[in-house]
């Protein structure tokens, strides 16, 4: 198994999963089905076979420039097993402002035994521009650093690929519907696509759960999550008042894909 196929185990299912289940929602919101000290934990696997582990979390309130922010965070590992092939550790830490309208800032950290990326994305919307910062260190006898700095014009309403799933979160989803939400990585800024294909019974980590089916249509998103060009995602939202996703799913080149979530805090009526 390659280091490229790892890290899409690793990394691509659920970051971009997440990130463009979310995009799909435009629509009227509903009351906050989430508050901080909430976790989700779900197990990645290749195939049969275990391969990580990613958490997402929301943190205690924060201020940003004087103004109170959501703090979303999502970690991802590789299991000891994937970890003699490649290892892999991740940490996005995304901001959105309290009304959740729009992200505020993203950063992102990873590292392999070869190399360490940390990526800042602040936005600035007094000039509606994404400001991009990326520092790569690569790990040889002598340590040798690139960085890359950008600025991206943003849509009205942006999310960074966290933020925007918790606002996915504040909206009535339907069979059926087909929908869109501005996203940004801080290196393109695109209106990505998805549609709700239908509810469905599912069961997950023993529990059986009411959900709605959701694939994401990744035309015009390339530049975001060009790893997963090509490959077919699958979501199974929660259908209830908090939308929690319960099971990814994605079918590339090299082999089939799954995410399912294995244990819930903060999340009143879910206890897998």
């Known amino acids: 198994m390659s280091s490229p196929t790892i890290k899409r185990v690793a990394v691509a299912i659920i970051s971009a999963s997440f990130s463009i289940v979310a995009t799909i929602c435009w629509g ?40 109170p922010v959501y703090h979303f965070v999502m970690t991802v590992r590789t299991n000891a097993f994937l970890d003699l092939f490649y290892y892999y550790r991740s940490r996005i830490d995304a901001y959105a402002d309290m009304d959740m ?12 035994r070869r190399m360490e990326t940390d990526i800042v994305v602040e936005f600035d ?44 979160r504040l909206l009535d989803l339907k069979e059926g519907d087909r929908i869109e939400r501005p996203i940004s990585d801080g290196i393109k800024c695109v209106v990505a696509h998805a549609e709700v294909i239908r509810r469905e019974s599912l069961t997950a980590n023993g529990k059986t759960y009411d959900t709605l089916l959701v694939q994401p249509n990744f035309k015009g998103v390339k530049p975001v999550f060009e790893k997963l060009t090509g490959a077919t995602i699958l979501v199974w939202i929660s259908e209830d008042t908090h939308r929690v996703p319960v099971k990814l799913a994605s079918r590339i080149v090299l082999g089939h894909f799954t995410g399912e979530l294995t244990a819930v805090e903060g999340v009143p009526g879910i206890t897998p």
Do not use: C
């Not at 009227?28 to 990580?52: C, H």
């Open 28 to 67: 009227g919101p509903l009351d906050k089905p989430f508050a901080p000290g909430e976790k989700l934990t779900f197990q990645l696997k290749w195939g049969p076979i275990p391969a990580g582990e990613a958490l997402i979390e929301i943190l205690p309130v924060e201020k940003l420039n004087g103004q």
């Open 125 to 168: 919307w007094q000039n509606r521009q994404a400001n991009f910062n990326r520092r790569v260190t690569f790990f040889k006898s002598k340590p040798e650093t690139d960085t890359k700095e950008r600025i991206t014009p943003l849509l009205p309403g942006t999310f960074d690929p966290l933020s925007v799933y918790y606002y996915a």
């Open 101 to 112: 309208t729009r992200s505020v800032r993203y950063r992102e950290k990873t590292r392999t």
